[in-house]
């Protein structure tokens, strides 16, 4: 195969939805019902299912991971003023909930053994920001990739210090750390059901708790916050967050197949490992002890003195063959966004977020990913490598 046969090839995406058949029926049982709005019988049907799964006590059907994140944070009591810690390698939505509220973030960099917060450098963060009296109210940590963080010790830390623990589970539903379900780990979890995520909804997103009465108030504020009368009274602000009855539908079919598509995604991942793992300078993701991660994303890092080329280089070759890759999250210390925040590396000398972003490659990774489509990623990548 040479490049102009391979490019004529249909796209490999990255890691698009994939419809399993049940949706449909849910569909048409929520349309025959008339619950065409938000709120329904689906949407407390997904919700029981969602609690059910994860272990939680209660959870929350929203209608994005963001909005779970800025309801989590408002629960937590952040206001105008106050600092919250944030995971720096991870996608944007994980700290723009922390600006809604007029808080600022603090960013904590990554470990090398789990790509997520070091918990060495959190506790560092904790103690220098406590120190300047500015101990933050909660602290947003991220799963990247369908991996959990190290939580044990990050709990730890959290509980020492009286800081709420949200876990931004949106890409790791599915995955376990000792045995429970990331994103039961802090008082509150949030999972996304975006259209790129290991189950979708087209839209959406679940927060967690085992703490009900706080998911009876963010349900309330999540409605715009209508108080008990006849007629449209409000005493506190509110959103229009909830999901409707219809995409809960979608998610109700999509969260039937979790485990297979966890499978799925895991077989990838290993398959990937296989194929490409004997390449010199290819460093895939480690896999944490104690977790059960779902591969949401096959990723891995390129030492390009060993390999020969780079990490665009690659993104390159795999655009050449029709094949969508991505480099790894641009840390949010390193965005203009955020350009003035406090952060607080893996060590005084190293940031490992920054290294991850400059060497970090996501592979196609979607649970509909043929075999043979597979084989087209790792030819591109052995030939990226033959040709250089
Ligand atoms: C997708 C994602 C979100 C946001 O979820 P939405 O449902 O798209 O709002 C938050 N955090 C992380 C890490 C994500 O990957």
Same mark, same amino acid.
């Given at each position: 195969?040479?490049?102009?046969?391979?490019?004529?090839?249909?796209?490999?995406?990255?890691?698009?939805?994939? +419809?399993?058949?049940?949706?449909?029926?849910?569909?048409?049982?929520? +349309?025959?019902?008339?619950?065409?709005?938000?709120?329904?019988?689906?949407?407390?049907? #997904?919700?029981?299912?969602?609690?059910?799964?994860?272990?939680?006590?209660?959870?929350?059907?929203?209608?994005?991971?963001?909005?779970?994140?800025?309801?989590?944070?408002?629960?937590?009591?952040?206001?105008?003023?106050?600092?919250?810690?944030?995971?720096?390698?991870? #996608?944007?939505?994980?700290? %723009?909930?922390?600006?809604?509220?007029?808080?600022?973030?603090?960013?904590?960099?990554?470990?090398?053994?789990?790509?997520?917060?070091?918990?060495?450098? #959190?506790?560092?963060?904790?103690?220098?920001?406590?120190?300047?009296?500015?101990?933050?109210?909660?602290?947003?940590?991220?799963?990247?990739?369908?991996? /959990?963080?190290?939580?044990?010790?990050?709990?730890?830390?959290?509980?020492?210090?009286?800081?709420?623990?949200?876990?931004?589970?949106?890409?790791?539903?599915?995955?376990?750390?000792?045995?429970?379900?990331?994103?039961?780990?802090?008082?509150?979890?949030?999972?996304?059901?975006?259209? %790129?995520?290991?189950?979708?909804?087209?839209?959406?997103?679940? =927060?967690?708790?085992?703490?009900?009465?706080?998911?009876?108030?963010?349900?309330?504020?999540?409605?715009?916050?209508?108080?008990?009368?006849?007629?449209?009274?409000?005493?506190?602000?509110?959103?229009?967050?909830? =999901?409707? %009855?219809?995409?809960?539908?979608?998610?109700?079919?999509?969260?039937?197949?979790?485990?297979?598509?966890?499978?799925?995604?895991?077989?990838?991942?290993?398959?990937?490992?296989?194929?490409?793992?004997?390449?010199?300078?290819?460093?895939?993701?480690?896999?944490?002890?104690?977790?059960?991660?779902?591969?949401?994303?096959?990723?891995?890092? +390129?030492?390009?003195?060993?390999?020969?080329?780079?990490?665009?280089?690659?993104?390159?070759?795999?655009?050449?063959?029709?094949?969508?890759?991505?480099?790894?999250?641009?840390?949010?210390?390193?965005?203009?966004?955020?350009?003035?925040?406090?952060?607080?590396?893996?060590?005084?000398?190293? /940031?490992? /977020?920054?290294?991850?972003?400059?060497?970090?490659?996501?592979?196609?990774?979607? /649970?509909?990913?043929?075999?043979?489509?597979?084989?087209?990623?790792?030819?591109?990548?052995?030939?990226?490598?033959?040709?250089?």
């Amino acid at each position: 195969m040479s490049i102009s046969q391979t490019s004529i090839l249909p796209r490999i995406l990255l890691s698009p939805p994939h +419809i399993s058949g049940r949706e449909q029926v849910y569909m048409e049982e929520a +349309i025959h019902s008339g619950w065409i709005a938000p709120i329904g019988p689906q949407v407390d049907a #997904f919700e029981r299912e969602m609690a059910a799964y994860t272990g939680s006590k209660g959870a929350l059907a929203l209608s994005s991971g963001t909005a779970a994140i800025h309801l989590a944070l408002r629960l937590a009591g952040v206001t105008q003023g106050d600092y919250v810690i944030c995971s720096t390698l991870t #996608f944007v939505a994980s700290a %723009n909930p922390i600006l809604y509220l007029g808080a600022t973030p603090v960013f904590v960099d990554s470990e090398p053994e789990t790509w997520n917060m070091c918990p060495l450098a #959190f506790q560092r963060a904790c103690q220098a920001l406590n120190d300047k009296g500015l101990l933050p109210k909660a602290a947003v940590v991220v799963n990247l990739y369908g991996q /959990s963080a190290d939580m044990a010790p990050i709990v730890e830390i959290a509980n020492r210090y009286g800081i709420t623990l949200i876990e931004d589970a949106a890409e790791s539903l599915g995955a376990f750390y000792q045995g429970k379900a990331s994103g039961t780990w802090g008082q509150f979890g949030i999972y996304s059901f975006n259209g %790129n995520k290991i189950i979708t909804t087209s839209g959406g997103g679940m =927060l967690v708790s085992d703490d009900t009465e706080a998911l009876d108030q963010a349900r309330f504020w999540s409605t715009q916050a209508r108080d008990t009368a006849p007629h449209y009274q409000h005493s506190e602000m509110g959103y229009n967050y909830r =999901l409707s %009855n219809l995409l809960a539908a979608i998610g109700r079919g999509q969260l039937e197949l979790l485990e297979e598509r966890v499978e799925r995604r895991r077989s990838i991942g290993r398959r990937y490992r296989e194929r490409l793992g004997s390449i010199p300078g290819l460093h895939f993701m480690p896999e944490a002890r104690n977790c059960r991660s779902t591969h949401w994303l096959s990723a891995l890092t +390129i030492d390009e003195e060993v390999a020969g080329f780079s990490s665009q280089q690659l993104l390159s070759c795999l655009e050449q063959h029709n094949i969508e890759a991505r480099p790894v999250w641009k840390p949010l210390h390193l965005q203009p966004l955020f350009e003035s925040s406090y952060y607080y590396p893996y060590s005084e000398e190293y /940031s490992v /977020s920054d290294k991850l972003f400059s060497t970090g490659v996501c592979l196609p990774s979607g /649970s509909s990913l043929s075999d043979e489509d597979l084989e087209r990623v790792v030819y591109a990548i052995e030939t990226c490598n033959q040709y250089r």
